[in-house]
Structure formats: C-alpha cells, structure tokens
C-alpha cells in the first residue's frame, strides 16, 4: 500500500503545510521498539525517498514550511520530525503531548526520538471551540474556511483528519488511516479503540456521499492510478473527474476467491540502501 503525504500552500498568504510525513526511509533509526516492529511484524516496505526530499526537489524551500500536521503518531505517518526546518511547529491531536514527549529515551515507550521535538512548538489541538463540520469537531486553522483540521478519533491516540477547500464549493478530506471498513477489533489490531473508531467511520461516510469533497486516504492504492501528484496541484480534482475514477478502489485490494484483485506493489523488506532484507509470500 502506499502512504500519503500532502503539500498545502493557503492562496492568500503562501501560508505552507505539510499533513503527515509518510515512512521515513531510514526505518532502521527509528526507535528500537518500532525498528523491531517494522522489521519483525511489516511484510513489506520499500522507500526510495522521503517526503521532504520530494518536497525540496519540487521546488518548496523547507524553512518556509510552517507547520506539521502530524494525523497520527505510527511510524508510516510521523516520518523523522527531527529532519524538519526547527521553525516548523508541529500541530498534533489530543493526548499527543501527554502521551508521547519528551520522547525515546527519556519516555522509553514513546514512538519518536527525543530530538524530533527538541527545541521545537508542539501544538495541541483542543478543538474546545464548539465548531463541527458534520460529525466531527473541527479547528479553523487559517480563520477564513479554507483548512479545518478534524477531530477524528480511534484509530489512534491523537488522531486528526483535514478538510481542505481546493475551490469555492469544494474540498479534499485528508483522511490519515481514518478507514472506510469495519476496523480490526482483534488483539493485533492497529485501532487503539474499536467502538469510536465505528462512529468516526460513520461520520466519513457523510463526506464521502458529498460530491463536492474527494476522500484521500493514505493507504488507498487506487489514487495512484487517478491523480496528478506533487508538484501537480489537486484543486481541479472535479473537473478531471477524479472522485468518480477512484471512487472505492480500495476495495481492490480485498481478497477474491482467496486471491487479491490488485497485486502487490512490493515484494519483501527492503532497508534504507535498496537491499532486499528479506521477501514476502504473496497468496
């Protein structure tokens, strides 16, 4: 599957964001209890670069990049924050600072390195403010309608969604691992809280009825055969039709008369220099 990552530059200001930082290349820096997760328990995993190499080969200058908006804490999301410009502030959900800072080792549990956030903001969202759109609360981050970051939890503690307005009457929901299915509510379940992560399920579908607001999930393979990516802008995704050509791809990648729909698009682990660890069974 892929992951996600997008580049948010606000119209009037050239106010730049970023909304997660995918799988940083270098997993084998990652803490040790993530390092062993990924090479123990991922199947596959293949980066050729990071997201802020493609970002800075695009043509942005990444100490104008404002902020993070870090959806959630796993390691697939969160990249290597310490590799971000020390003026980018990072905006994060509820329970992220109490949860997760100062950081690995002085919190020998927590998912990130102690310098991702040293000395740099960390903004909590409160979303205390009494907005929702639909059935989420939400946090008007440039105070004029055009980026709403969205209380979306379950998933994950201090799990954040975006709602960005690409023209007047549309939008892109950013979705992060907020799933369309039924999650996992099993012992090896990735969903912190299966109960919540149902009713933030069916407050997307609201979204995804709505013709006017495309649904981006990080993990949907079926925009990589739709969408123009970065440095291409999605403001025109209407125009171009491309809620209608993705619409629910991902269920192409459930099984079939035993057999996946789509193939898999790596095959085993491979660390940060290209060299295959090892493969994976494809059934």
Partial sequence: ????????EHQTSKRQLLFDLGARKDWENHVPHIKTL?????PGIRISENVLDIVANGGVNLDGIEALILSHWHFDHCGAPSQLPKGTRVVVGP??????LPGYPAREDSPFHEAD???REVVEISFDTGLKIGQY???DYFADGSLFILNVPGHAIGHISALVRTTPDTFVFLGGDQPFLRPSSGPNSFYADHATSM??????????????VLIAIAHDPAPLDVFDFFPSTMNNWKAKGWKESSHWGFLSELPYNGTCVRGQRVDGL????????RGMSIE
Wanted: glycine share 4%; net charge neutral; aromatic share 20%.
């Fill in 1 to 8: 599957m892929p992951t996600f990552s997008f580049y948010i």
């Fill in 117 to 119: 956030f040293k000395d």
């Fill in 95 to 100: 329970r992220f600072k109490e949860s997760f």
């Fill in 38 to 42: 990924v090479s123990g328990h991922v």
């Fill in 199 to 212: 009713k933030s399920v069916d407050a997307l579908i609201e979204f995804d009825a709505n013709p006017n």
């Fill in 137 to 139: 609360q939400a946090y």
């Fill in 270 to 277: 491979y660390d940060s220099k290209g060299s295959k660890i």
